[in-house]
């Protein structure tokens, strides 16, 4: 079984920061792409930042130059690392990954439960 858990979420004011992350474990092989995604109220999910296994990264246009996603790769790790927060940066936020169990020869996607984030005006 394999499962992700977030952590880090929570309530902030306007301009602040706050730091998720996202460990994976269980019987893995190997991780591909680690990504985060958000879900505001009443709006469909979307990519927040992703982060492949060789270090390339990709953010939504509404976040870059305010968040930076890493990983390790040792702990099976993603962090996302948000800056300048903005309200309209409120929402639930899901840690998902890509990964090849030790049974299996194809890669699936796997989804944490998501952790809140809401930022005050």
């Known amino acids: 079984q394999v499962q992700l858990v977030e952590s880090g979420g929570g309530l902030v004011q306007s301009g602040g920061s706050l730091r998720l992350s996202c460990v994976a474990s269980?019987?893995?092989?190997?991780?591909?792409?680690m990504g985060w995604y958000r879900q505001a109220p009443g709006k469909e999910r979307e990519l927040v930042a992703i982060?492949?296994?060789?270090?390339?990264?990709n953010y939504a246009d509404s976040v870059k130059d305010r968040f930076t996603i890493s990983r390790d790769n040792g702990q099976n790790t993603v962090s996302l690392q948000m800056s300048s927060l903005k309200p309209e940066d409120t929402a639930v936020y899901y840690c998902?990954?890509?990964?090849?169990?030790?049974?299996?020869?194809?890669?699936?996607?796997?989804w944490g439960q998501g952790t809140q984030v809401t930022v005050s005006s």
């Open positions: 269980g019987s893995m092989f190997s991780i591909n792409a």
């Open positions: 982060i492949f296994s060789a270090g390339i990264t």
């Open positions: 998902k990954a890509n990964i090849r169990r030790l049974t299996t020869a194809r890669y699936a996607e796997y």
